[in-house]
Structure formats: structure tokens, C-alpha cells
């Protein structure tokens, strides 16, 4: 497909990869701990936790709606895919990593790799071109809520 460009967001979790995982499908209460995401499943009444590949999402980012479809929905990822073909494929993976730093904790990942023509113009700055703001927030709400329903923080 030509020029790929991934970029991260990382954040140091003081809970369980299990209970990370558990608050960032728990797709209803986004609300209460964060502003950047609105992910719904597109099969009303859908669990979130039941989604599987090929299953479809409504995802709304800060006024950008899209709809992506699942590619992954496992223990330590979760993966769309959502494209405007030709122009660009991105594909966003939420990692629930044990953590090296801090015993019992998770290390939670956002990459998303982007394809496309829209990715060309991107290629000369694909190592300066950092995650946007609302990744890093979406990171820090996870990371408070995660600790503070374990009692971590």
C-alpha cells in the first residue's frame, strides 16, 4: 500500500491489565471518566465485550464520527479498522500490556497506523508528528479511573 505512518500514546496504569481492560469496554460509562471517545457498537443492545471481527462500531472523536469495523477483541488488544479509501486506512489498537514499571499495573498502548495517499504528506515528518492531545487525555482518564476503582489511586 506504500507510505505507512504509526503513532503511539503510552501511559503507566497502577491496575490489573484485566481491570483496564474492563473500564475501557465498559463503552456505556465513557462519560463519566473521559471527553475524547464516544464507541458504541452499531448492533444496538451489542456487549461490547462480545464484539468479534468484522463487527461494527459508531465511533464518535470529538465531533469526527466514523465507522470503523473490529478487527481484534481479545484479552490484550482491541483493534479497528476504519478507512475513506483511496485516500487513507487507519488502524487503531488499544493494548492491555502487564507492566515492566509498576508491579501488578498495565501498560496501556494507543498506535494507530495510518495508510494512504493522505499518509504521503505526512512521510517527511512521520518521526516529529506526535499523538494528538486527545489521545493523551483519553490515556490520563483511563489511567484515573483505572486506579481509582482498584483503589490504587
Known amino acids: 500500500m506504500g507510505v505507512a505512518i504509526t503513532q503511539t500514546?503510552?501511559?503507566?496504569?497502577q491496575a490489573s491489565p484485566e481491570t483496564v481492560r474492563s473500564i475501557f469496554l465498559d463503552f456505556a460509562r465513557y462519560d463519566q471518566?473521559?471527553?475524547v471517545f464516544d464507541?458504541?457498537?452499531?448492533?444496538?443492545?451489542q456487549s461490547p465485550v462480545d464484539l468479534k471481527k468484522g463487527d461494527n462500531l459508531r465511533v464518535n472523536m470529538q465531533g469526527f464520527t466514523f465507522r470503523p469495523h473490529v478487527e481484534a477483541n481479545a484479552p490484550d488488544v482491541f483493534t479497528w479498522v476504519g478507512s475513506i479509501p483511496p485516500l487513507l486506512w487507519g488502524t487503531h489498537h488499544f493494548l492491555f500490556t502487564p507492566s515492566t514499571e509498576t508491579p501488578g499495573g498495565t501498560t496501556f498502548v494507543q498506535r494507530e497506523d495510518f495508510e494512504g495517499l493522505l499518509a504521503?504528506?505526512?512521510w517527511p515528518w512521520r518521526h516529529s508528528f506526535k499523538p494528538s492531545e486527545p489521545w493523551a487525555r483519553f490515556n490520563a482518564g483511563l489511567k484515573r479511573e483505572a486506579e481509582r476503582v482498584s483503589g490504587r489511586g
Open 9 to 13: 500514546a503510552s501511559i503507566e496504569i
Open 39 to 45: 464507541i458504541q457498537p452499531a448492533t444496538t443492545g
Open 33 to 35: 471518566w473521559q471527553d
Open 120 to 122: 504521503v504528506p505526512f
